[in-house]
């Protein structure tokens, strides 16, 4: 397990800022986690299965489990 800056949760999902923390104010993508005073990271696989889940939801293979 590994925590990951926004920078690499941008190019890991093709994401901007903006529609990172918009979704996340839809609870439709992992919250980040505090980790050092003003410091957030999130959980690498949780993004993994942030995108897995819509690789599946876009294939018809399956209804994402929405939990973050």
């Given at each position: 397990?590994?925590?990951?800056?926004?920078?690499?949760?941008?190019?890991r999902?093709?994401?901007?800022?903006?529609?990172i923390?918009?979704?996340?104010?839809?609870?439709?993508?992992?919250?980040p986690?505090?980790?050092?005073?003003?410091n957030?990271?999130?959980?690498?696989?949780e993004?993994?299965?942030?995108?897995?889940?819509?690789?599946?939801?876009?294939?018809?293979?399956?209804?994402?489990?929405?939990?973050?």
């Amino acid at each position: 397990m590994r925590f990951l800056r926004l920078n690499e949760v941008q190019e890991r999902v093709g994401l901007g800022r903006t529609s990172i923390y918009k979704l996340i104010g839809e609870s439709k993508f992992p919250k980040p986690v505090h980790i050092l005073g003003r410091n957030v990271a999130w959980v690498d696989s949780e993004i993994d299965e942030w995108m897995m889940d819509r690789i599946d939801e876009k294939r018809g293979l399956s209804v994402p489990n929405i939990r973050y």
